[in-house]
């Protein structure tokens, strides 16, 4: 199945943290970020070993892509 560059397809919306398929979850920058993440995000503590991949998996939103 294809992904359009908003990261929606057929049947839901991709997350751009987890890479899995869900309905509900925000838009942000035109990338879907689902309820599930978005709540894991705002709880984690820097300190926690899964900071630095939420930050690297955000990380994708401002990097913007040149197709040639």
């Not at 359009?4 to 899995?20: D, H, L, T």
């Not at 509900?24 to 900071?51: K, M, S, W």
């Amino acid at each position: 199945m294809r992904t359009s560059a908003i990261g929606q397809n057929k049947r839901g919306n991709v997350c751009i943290v987890c890479e899995q398929e869900k309905e509900e979850g925000i838009f942000l920058f035109g990338h879907f970020l689902c309820l599930d993440c978005h709540r894991a995000i705002v709880q984690t503590n820097t300190d926690d070993p899964n900071y630095a991949f939420y930050v690297r998996q955000l990380r994708k939103m401002i990097t913007s892509k040149i197709y040639s």
